[in-house]
């Protein structure tokens, strides 16, 4: 099992910057690919964005590319999503998740376990 403690929500200003925080630990060399998804009230879950745990490829959905940026700290076993420029419409409690294998990065059945989720509100 992997477990996950995702933080680093909290209340920006639009136009403002917030840093999330994935921690993995358990059987991390299960991994293949940690994902950033996000659930506004009354929305569906959606995909934010997903790194490659091996090789460092990242993909984004096309609602935060150029604002947002997943990275891996090595040293720290640590995912991080950079969220620049955020918009109101950012405002969501966004889960950390890994998948095992290449399910498809973009969808939340590929993956197995799931962070808590912490809470994203962006004021106008």
């Known amino acids: 099992q992997v477990q996950l403690v995702d933080s680093g929500g909290g209340l920006v200003q639009a136009g403002g910057s917030l840093r999330l925080s994935c921690a993995p630990s358990g059987r991390t060399s299960s991994i293949y690919g940690i994902g950033w998804f996000r659930q506004a009230p009354g929305k569906e879950r959606e995909f934010v964005a997903a790194l490659i745990w091996s090789g460092y490829s990242t993909f984004y959905a096309d609602s935060v590319k150029g604002r947002f940026t997943i990275s891996r700290d090595n040293a720290k076993n640590t995912v991080y999503l950079q969220m620049n420029s955020l918009k109101p419409e950012d405002t969501a409690v966004y889960y950390c998740?890994?998948?095992?294998?290449?399910?498809?990065?973009?969808?939340?059945?590929?993956?197995?376990?799931w962070g808590q989720g912490t809470q994203v509100t962006v004021s106008s």
């Open positions: 998740a890994v998948t095992d294998g290449d399910y498809g990065l973009g969808v939340s059945q590929s993956y197995d376990y």
